[in-house]
């Protein structure tokens, strides 16, 4: 309908997302979302796990619910808002992502010319707005080397690179590793530490669960920073044997090392449902 809307607003939920039930009975049928989102979109929702919305999700990259996307005509991302909201701050949030000024592709390209921290900011704001994780670890993985020093001691960065630290990518890990006393001036020793083990352990928990892919020299360096800041408990050292047989395709030990049996021993009832 040429003298309708021409941007199409598509709420990407599931079944078991109560958030996505709150926006759907709560928000969305109030008088005022119905004033403002029929006026200015063509709006549908997709169940992303069931039919269309499979394909839907893999192409649009949706990973969190509710996701709502805006797109153009021809389907093409406009922009995206994550998470559910009171309607008042959603609808503001809905203006932002439409706004082309505000693009993650704008702000970049504004970034581009001026290399200046704020806009940098900006533009990795934008992106963790759109819950575009990956896009954010690429950027920094990418850049880090060209980053001034005084913005990767800052803290409005550090929230960002945080989630590029990995050893998939060790760009980051590397970096930080050379100049690890630095770091550790700036963020102190135990949250640095915290937060690199955090990520290396769950590199090697979504490698075993095959959300990730590793190669055997990988998960021994992970294995080998986890070993250097923890104590080892029974847990991590499950993982890590795990992780290290399944690198060599040796699924007797992988079996081996995951059995109930030698689970029961020495792991309480939450670290055995998790490694199962």
């Known amino acids: 309908n040429k003298k309708g809307p021409n941007l199409v607003f598509m709420d990407c939920y599931t079944t078991w997302c109560g958030p996505c039930k709150h926006m759907a009975e709560v928000v969305f ?10 006026k200015k979109f063509v709006n549908f929702k997709t169940d992303m796990e069931k039919g269309e919305g499979i394909e839907l999700a893999k192409k649009y990259n949706v990973r969190a619910y509710p996701t709502f996307l805006i797109l153009d005509g ?16 959603f609808i503001e949030r809905v203006e932002a992502a439409c706004d082309p000024a505000k693009s993650p592709k704008v702000l970049l390209e504004k970034y581009n010319s ?35 020093t005084r913005t990767k001691y800052s803290r409005d960065f550090w929230k960002h690179c945080k989630g590029a630290i990995s050893v998939k990518d060790s760009r980051v890990l590397d970096a930080i590793l050379a100049s690890k006393t630095s770091f550790d001036s700036i963020y102190g020793k135990d949250e640095l530490d915290k937060v690199i083990y955090g990520n290396l352990f769950s590199n090697l928990t979504s490698f075993l669960q095959g959300r990730t892919e590793l190669t055997p020299e990988q998960v021994d360096k992970a294995c080998l920073l986890i070993s250097l800041l923890t104590d ?6 499950t993982i890590m044997r795990a992780a290290k047989a399944y690198a060599t395709k040796d699924m007797k030990e992988v079996a081996k090392a995951l059995s109930g049996r030698s689970l029961s021993y020495s792991h309480t009832g939450s670290q055995i449902y998790v490694i199962q």
Do not use: C, H
């Open 29 to 38: 049928p109030t008088k005022e979302a119905g004033d403002y989102f029929n």
């Open 74 to 89: 021809d389907g093409n991302e406009v922009g995206r808002v994550v998470g559910s909201d009171k309607l008042e701050k």
């Open 232 to 237: 080892g408990s029974a847990y991590e050292t």
């Open 114 to 148: 001026s290399k200046s921290e704020d806009d940098l900011m900006a533009y990795l704001d934008a992106l963790n707005a759109a819950y575009k994780k990956d896009d954010i670890a690429k950027f920094i993985s990418d850049n880090f080397n060209d980053i001034p």
